[in-house]
């Protein structure tokens, strides 16, 4: 029977030799055949989760389950796990085509020369490579060097595919043409996949969920859209969105909220978005800059500082109490720098976060 949590991990924990906590009692589960994106900054501990999950490290405590077997005493390479590395480790002095085959010719998965060409074969044309099948990997481009590298992860028919930043060495348009290519490839082939990304917006683009890890601990275990529209915790709000969300430092008492030049009363607030009590104390409300625009009666005026065209959009710059925020505004917009505009912010769209960064709204 499959599961149809295809990965299961439970209370994983990663302590190295130095005492470092890498992962600190980490749970989560991957359905078969999806794509999960584990994101994070530098140093959250994505890539030594990858390395668990392939064997490559052992945890210090907790279970990792394939198709709901423990596999944490079994071996790598009996893992059935296809990696790509981030610099993706091809043999240079090999071909195209005898990288592709290699894991086919070598310890228990070895095959007659025949058969390992023929299923390299097959997922080369897959990758569409099969054209460079005689080229040397240093002849090739960086997409094309990546999808050597991704079929030769596939040759082994692994049941799960881990993939460490395998977008990082290509420039930007490239980027996003693989990244598309790499989401349909993984779909069509059916394979269950996880990718490790620092990258916000590689993670929305590709993933069926994402996993935000800092600090060894995960901020949430969600699909893309749910980051911004309900995010967690103040580190979620603030990682994921571009531009990134504004930040107002405001206080509660007295039956509302009190930035430095603005008042909103706790009565105006959507009651059913409200997580906790909303004691009085000091909170930063957090609106993301699509969610704060110009308006007639707005909640306070701003000087616009700048205005920055960014494609379809354009983000207006201003500095709310020393700090600088942002508005997300349409192209066609007539707003120029040094304007004095009225800025409203949706209510049902802003967050309120304790000190701590718990959300309460
Ligand atoms: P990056 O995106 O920079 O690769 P990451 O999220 O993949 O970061 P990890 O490589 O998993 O992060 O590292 C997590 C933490 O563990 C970091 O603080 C790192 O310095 C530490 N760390 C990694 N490997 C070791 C090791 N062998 N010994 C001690 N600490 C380590």
Redesign the pocket.
């Known amino acids: 029977m499959i599961d149809e949590q295809f990965v299961q991990v439970k209370n994983l924990r990663k302590v190295?030799?130095?005492g470092?906590e890498?992962l600190k009692d980490v749970s989560f589960s991957v359905k078969k055949g999806d794509l999960v994106c584990l994101l994070?900054?530098?140093?959250?501990?994505?890539?030594?989760?990858l390395n668990m999950l392939a064997g490559l490290l052992d945890p210090t405590s907790g279970d990792i389950l394939f198709n709901g077997k423990s596999v944490v005493k079994v071996a790598p390479k009996d893992r059935q796990i296809g990696y790509v590395f981030q610099n993706y480790a091809l043999y240079p002095h090999m071909t195209v085509l005898q990288n592709v085959m290699f894991p086919l010719t070598v310890g228990k998965n070895k095959r007659s020369k025949a058969e390992a060409e023929k299923v390299a074969k097959k997922y080369m044309e897959i990758t569409q490579i099969t054209e460079l099948a005689n080229q040397k990997p240093g002849n090739l481009s960086g997409g094309q060097q990546q999808r050597v590298a991704i079929a030769r992860a596939l040759v082994q028919e692994p049941q799960i595919l881990l993939m460490d930043?395998p977008l990082s060495n290509l420039d930007a348009r490239l980027r996003l043409k693989i990244r598309e290519e790499i989401r349909s490839l993984v779909k069509r082939v059916g394979i269950t996949t996880l990718f490790?990304t620092?990258d916000q917006e590689e993670a929305l683009s590709i993933g069926d969920k994402i996993i935000l890890?800092n600090n060894?601990v995960i901020q949430q275990d969600d699909v893309g859209q749910n980051f911004y529209l309900e995010p967690n915790n103040y580190f979620v709000a603030n990682f994921v969105g571009n531009p990134v969300i504004d930040n107002f430092a405001v206080k509660i008492a007295d039956g509302k909220i009190s930035g430095s030049d603005f008042e909103i009363p706790l009565a105006a607030l959507d009651q059913d978005r409200i997580k906790g009590e909303l004691t009085p104390g000091e909170y930063t409300l957090s609106v993301r800059p699509e969610n704060i625009l110009p308006s007639e009666q707005g909640h306070f005026t701003a000087k616009i500082s700048d205005v920055e065209l960014i494609g379809r959009e354009r983000i207006l710059k201003f500095d709310h109490d020393g700090i600088q925020a942002r508005s997300l505004v349409n192209l066609e917009t007539t707003i120029q720098r040094g304007d004095q505009v009225q800025l409203s912010m949706r209510l049902d769209r802003i967050f309120l976060f304790t000190k701590e960064g718990t959300r309460v709204y």
Request: net charge negative; charged share 15%.
């Open positions: 190295y030799d130095n470092h890498a994070g900054p530098s140093g959250c501990g994505k890539t030594t989760m930043e490790v620092h890890f060894g």
